[in-house]
């Protein structure tokens, strides 16, 4: 069975930083294109970061420069360590798998909620 | 960036009924050498994470209910669900993997019943 366990979410003050993980189950994350989507409050969906199977990374305009995303092959988990937070940056934070090569999101977590507030 | 835009941004539509959300791309999205046009459907309940519905604009994910069909191509696509159930109620999204990245996505329709 496939399942994604966010985790690490919580409320940090601006400016801070924080990390979080993604456990996977069901599947290997060093052979698959992996994402960080996220979703403020009462708003639609934001692509926020993807680490391709070869490992290289792509990250939104928003984030880029203080948002980095990694995998652990050992042990099967996704990362996405977040600095320099903003109160924007408030919002429930979903990993999801690419079902291909560049294509849409077949399974997700059940997201871990960051709250970026002083 | 391609830009994904929903409408309506909400629709009411009584139990039984025909429900209709469009989305248009601000490119194309049909990649001509496949004839495929790389569109999908998202629909998210309150507290849940999204759930894959459509893909490749017309494909329905193994297990969604055949009141679900997506219709379009190029810029211009459509999500109908034939005969709105209860648990339809949701906001929907599509969202576009022509060029990534970044994957972008359409605002979402939210679905009540009327």
């Known amino acids: 069975e496939v399942q994604l366990v966010e985790s690490g979410g919580g409320l940090i003050q601006p400016g801070g930083s924080l990390r979080l993980s993604c456990a996977v189950s069901g599947f290997s994350v060093s052979r698959n294109y992996m994402n960080w989507v996220r979703q403020a409050p009462g708003k639609g969906l934001e692509w926020v970061s993807v680490?391709?199977?070869?490992?290289?990374?792509n990250y939104a305009e928003s984030v880029k420069g203080r948002f980095t995303i990694s995998r652990d092959n050992s042990k099967n988990t996704l990362y996405l360590q977040m600095n320099s937070l903003r109160a924007e940056d408030t919002a429930v934070y979903y990993c999801a798998r690419d079902h291909g090569l560049g294509e849409w999101f077949d399974y997700w977590g059940q997201g871990t909620l960051v709250t970026v507030s002083s | 960036d391609i830009v994904m835009t929903q409408s309506p941004d909400s629709l009411a539509v009584s139990l039984g009924e025909r429900a209709t959300i469009n989305c248009k791309s601000s490119?194309?999205?049909?990649?001509?050498?496949?004839?495929?046009?790389?569109l999908a459907w998202y629909q998210q309940k309150p507290g849940q994470p999204p759930k894959v519905l459509i893909y490749w604009a017309s494909t329905r994910e193994s297990g969604v209910p055949d009141r679900f069909s997506g219709s379009g191509s190029g810029t211009d696509f459509t999500l109908t669900i034939s005969s709105l159930q209860a648990e339809d109620v949701a906001v929907y999204y599509c969202?576009?993997?022509?060029?990534?990245?970044?994957?972008?996505f359409g605002q979402g329709t939210k679905l009540e019943i009327k």
């Open positions: 680490i391709y199977s070869g490992g290289s990374t």
């Open positions: 490119q194309s999205v049909l990649y001509t050498s496949n004839n495929k046009d790389y």
């Open positions: 969202q576009q993997y022509y060029s990534t990245p970044p994957y972008t």
